[in-house]
């Protein structure tokens, strides 16, 4: 196509499971010390919910170190530093348990779940040191800390089982529609809009967060829009994102995408490369196709192949994306 094209490597993971199962060993552990070593199980408890929140919004404690991964990025030769920048992610992920059809529908009950399990384990550990002092019967705290370990121990199951044994699946929705999309919007050649293809956003948006680190000295007002999901369904501009906390999406992005017919709606499951940015305050916005029960059609499952998607949603997509894109560039040079 004629752009300035640049390969960069970067060190990242394999996925995010195997992470993210430590994190929770850590809270089963504490979980298990409730009513014997409550201050030890407050601390654990403290550490695993760090862990997870910081790597479950794109700024894990530790960076990955190995293996290699790849980003691509294309600018017109010689151009400014971009106005905006368009991304979609190229990696596929793995299947498994939590993302089966019956329990991928109510995946964000399972989240917060998680979340309130991470954050009582501290708060029932400092109780039971209260109790133990005081010299009352910690024996309900028993049964709590049953219930959780129990809970902690299938989800700990499940990660390893997707992280080692679940096939990867083909993502043509998830994410080869949203790079079709990027590909699409690439025909043209725009001054001060560039195109990132990230590598590593199912291992935790590894690449996104290296393109920052690669390009941080260019990115002082910069724009981002992810594409991601695309394939099948109503096409949605999240206006909010994070697995956490609340992250907010850009008010100029939002605006062009509901201009352009987009749906704005949050999206709270898994984190996106935009959520990612989000958490570091930079403006962003994912552009996602939703079905009718809110999620992502055929997500993280062996269904996710080309038969599957639908050409009018990939059409549409691009015209909201090449609206959106429009109007950020007569946005700024109209300043």
């Known amino acids: ?96 348990l939590l993302f089966h059809p019956r329990l991928v529908g109510s995946i964000r009950g399972s989240l917060i779940a998680t979340h309130c399990v991470l954050i009582g384990v501290p708060i029932l550990g400092m109780l039971s ?37 679940a096939p990867i699946v083909s993502g043509a929705n998830d994410n080869a529609s949203g790079v079709e999309v990027l590909m699409r919007l690439a025909e043209d050649q725009r001054h001060g809009v560039w195109y990132a293809i990230t590598g590593c956003e199912e291992a935790g948006m590894v690449g996104v967060q290296a393109l920052l680190r690669a390009h941080e000295g260019r990115f002082g007002a910069t724009r981002f829009l992810n594409i991601d999901s695309v394939g099948r369904g109503e096409v949605v501009a999240a206006s909010a994102e994070g697995v956490l906390r609340r992250w907010e999406s850009d008010d100029a992005l939002l605006e062009a995408a509901v201009s352009a017919g987009a749906v704005a709606k949050p999206w709270r499951g898994f984190p996106t490369d935009a959520t990612a940015l989000l958490t570091r305050g930079r403006p962003a916005l994912t552009l996602v196709a939703l079905d009718q029960n809110g999620g992502i059609s055929n997500w993280h499952q062996v269904t996710d192949t080309v038969e599957n998607i639908d050409p009018t949603t990939l059409d549409r997509a691009t015209e909201i994306a090449r609206s959106i894109v429009d109007s950020i560039l007569e946005r700024q040079t109209s300043r």
């Not at 390969?7 to 504490?30: D, K, M």
């Not at 024996?139 to 299938?154: C, D, E, N, P, R």
Request: net charge neutral.
């Open 1 to 96: 196509m004629g752009y300035e094209v640049d390969v960069e490597s970067f060190p990242s993971r394999t996925g995010y499971q195997l992470a993210f199962a430590i994190y929770l060993s850590i809270c089963l552990l504490g979980a298990a010390l409730i009513p014997f070593a409550p201050l030890a199980s407050a601390i654990l408890g403290v550490i695993a919910f760090v862990l997870y929140g910081r790597d479950a919004e794109g700024r894990p404690v530790k960076q990955p170190s190995s293996p290699t991964s790849l980003n691509v990025v294309a600018r017109v030769k010689d151009d400014r530093d971009p106005e905006l920048v368009v991304i979609a992610h190229v990696d596929s992920a793995r299947s498994g």
């Open 129 to 165: 040191w209260y109790v133990g002092r005081r010299g009352l019967n910690v024996g309900f705290l028993i049964g709590l800390s049953v219930v959780i370990s129990i809970y902690l121990i299938f989800l700990i199951g499940a990660l390893i089982h997707s992280g080692r044994a």
